[in-house]
């Protein structure tokens, strides 16, 4: 089993940042890759980034490329999203959540990954 827990969300101005971070325990070696979603209220859930290996192999959606960044501490093994030039279309739960095969990291959906964080809030007020 692998345990994830997020933090760092919380409310933001437009145009402001913040930093999610998603703390791994458990089995963390059966771990293929990470991503983070994200889920606004009435709007499936959606990918956002996600990243593998030493962080060199990383993925974004259009929605986020160029103001998210993800990244990763393995000494701490710890996932960020550092998150720039928020807009309010960016408010959602947003969840960590970790695949643990090739097959289930490349899904998209979310659907097929294995584990998953309890969620934090991001809220960006215009």
């Known amino acids: 089993q692998v345990q994830l827990v997020e933090s760092g969300g919380g409310l933001v101005q437009a145009g402001g940042s913040l930093r999610l971070s998603c703390a791994a325990s458990g089995r963390i070696n059966s771990i293929y890759g990470m991503g983070w979603f994200r889920q606004a209220p009435g709007k499936e859930r959606e990918i956002v980034a996600r990243i593998r290996g030493s962080g060199v192999s990383t993925y974004y959606a259009d929605s986020v490329n160029g103001r998210f960044t993800i990244s990763r501490d393995n000494a701490k093994n710890t996932v960020y999203l550092q998150m720039n030039s928020l807009s309010p279309e960016d408010t959602a739960v947003y969840y960590c959540?970790?695949?643990?095969?090739?097959?289930?990291?490349?899904?998209?959906?979310?659907?097929?990954?294995?584990?998953w964080g309890q969620g934090t809030q991001v809220t960006v007020s215009s």
């Open positions: 959540a970790a695949a643990a095969s090739a097959a289930h990291y490349y899904d998209l959906s979310g659907s097929e990954y294995d584990y």
